[in-house]
């Protein structure tokens, strides 16, 4: 821009002035002008050089030209009216430096005796153009430290928000699952990836997995709570009402021996006896069952024939039978194997299922019991045509419900927690029990147990 705008100020002084007449110089009319270019504009340089590019004369002190000609190359392209500036040519102040230039030969119309070279960046413009530049280096230097530092904390607080979330995420998630009482487990995820496999992220699948079993086992100890208590209370009913009938009649004798008959006071201690037995089952049984729910309980596994089993357990409730005229049958198939399991406790479940069946079966009605093989084991069925269970009891039938000792029978015992007995028994070992009922048609109840590869033929 500066070339563009002072190309023909050296053309100006040049036509101005004659700086050489008849090949000498004209050193006062050089002087004049060098003082006149000085004042007017401190920083050009101006230099007059002979037509080899020699220099003459110039308007700077003694000592600080270092050069004693200039390269016409620069000045004849300038002269022939180039338009791609800049165009830089000696700087006669710097053995190595270029500047920009305006020149004009001398004379102008004339033989070419020399040329008037005007350097239009001298030193003082140098001077105060590194000053300047300094300024807007510093300057320029203290924004981009400042943005390279405004930048670092930005990124820094970007990093650190990034590396820190999932952490965040995972205390949040703790402090969360800690004020929802243990009982909620925490959804973290996808915020906390284990597939990432860092330290954060494996962190974040335990505690996933150990709050969903803690969760759990909350759930399962409050449901087990609320079946004790409801155990309790109905236990706590179940054992006030034969207390109360006890109670009763032991009083009336006590009060009134000698007014009642031999006959009076046989059944008033009939009835006595029978609320006794009542209880006594009932604590048998409670006893049992907390036996069984304990963690320490012991099942000794051995091998034994369940058709002998069916047989004991059945003499035991011929006599009872006959008295009620129900029909016994058993049905065993030939060549089953021998059953694994606890041979005590098994004869406990089919002394409840069978006694169970026999409670609800009415007279000249029949039970049978068949046991045939099932493929890697033994199945087992006690059926009955009692009078069925309705089909809304069905899915409470082994939960210690309400009722569950009801009114006595004949022998003073109500239904008990035989059924729930012998769930708990076959959970045990592994199985379950299932029953199938139609009301008024009868029950049938069975379940499986393990067998092995011996056989022996049925009794």
């Known amino acids: 821009m500066t070339q563009k705008l002072n190309r023909s100020l050296a053309l100006h002084i040049a036509s101005e002035t004659p700086l050489i007449q008849d090949g000498r110089v004209q050193e006062e009319a050089i002087r004049e002008i060098f003082h006149m270019l000085m004042a007017v504009h401190p920083g050009i ?18 000592g600080k030209v270092k050069r004693e000609r200039v390269s016409l190359a620069p000045l004849e392209s300038f002269l022939r009216g180039a338009k791609a ?3 830089l040519g000696d700087d006669p102040r710097s053995p190595r430096k270029e500047k920009v ?8 119309g004339g033989p070419v005796e ?20 300094g300024s807007y280096i510093v300057r320029l230097s203290a924004w981009v ?4 530092v405004l930048f670092a904390l930005m990124t820094g607080l970007l990093l650190f928000y990034r590396i820190t979330y999932r952490h965040r995420r995972l205390a949040k998630a703790v402090v969360d699952f800690q004020e929802s009482g243990f009982s909620d487990a925490p959804d973290i995820l996808p915020g906390l990836d284990a597939g990432k496999g860092d330290e954060i992220g494996q962190l974040g699948a335990a505690f996933t997995k150990m709050a969903d079993r803690i969760a759990q086992q909350i759930r399962d100890l409050r449901q087990s709570d609320h079946l004790r208590r409801e155990l309790v209370t109905h236990v706590s009913h179940d054992l006030r009402t034969p207390l109360t009938s006890l109670q009763g009649y032991l009083e009336t004798l006590s009060m009134k021996m000698a007014e009642l008959s031999p006959g009076e006071r046989e059944e008033y201690l009939r009835v006595a006896l029978l609320q006794c037995r009542r209880l006594s089952t009932l604590v048998s049984e409670l006893f049992e069952l907390s036996r069984l729910d304990s963690p320490d309980v012991a099942i000794r596994h051995e091998r034994f024939s369940l058709g002998d089993l069916v047989q004991d357990v059945l003499q035991k409730f011929r006599l009872a039978a006959e008295e009620k005229k129900v029909r016994l049958s058993v049905r065993i198939e030939e060549g089953i194997p021998f059953a694994v399991g606890d041979i005590a406790l098994m004869d406990r479940v089919l ?3 069978i006694g169970n069946a026999l409670r609800h079966t009415p007279e000249n009605g029949r039970i049978t019991i068949e046991v045939e093989n ?5 199945a087992v069925r006690v059926s009955d045509t009692g009078c069925g269970i309705p089909p809304e009891r069905l899915s409470r039938l082994f939960d210690p419900i309400p009722g569950r000792f009801g009114d006595p029978g004949k022998d003073g015992e109500g ?10 028994i076959l959970e045990l070992h592994g199985t379950d029990i299932t029953v199938h009922s139609v009301v008024h048609e009868g029950s049938t109840f069975a379940f499986h147990l393990p067998g092995t590869d011996y056989s022996r033929p049925s009794p």
């Open 45 to 62: 340089e101006v230099y007059l050089l002979d037509k080899e590019g020699k220099i003459l004369t110039y308007s700077a002190p003694p």
């Open 145 to 148: 430290a400042g943005g390279g």
């Open 374 to 378: 099932a493929g890697s084991g033994l």
């Open 101 to 108: 230039f305006s020149v004009a030969p001398v004379p102008p």
């Open 114 to 133: 020399g040329y008037l070279y005007i350097i239009l960046g001298g030193e003082e413009y140098d001077t105060v153009s590194r000053m300047l530049q």
């Open 85 to 87: 500036f800049p165009i």
């Open 351 to 353: 002394e409840n299922l």
């Open 415 to 424: 239904p008990g927690l035989g059924l729930v007995i012998a769930r708990r």
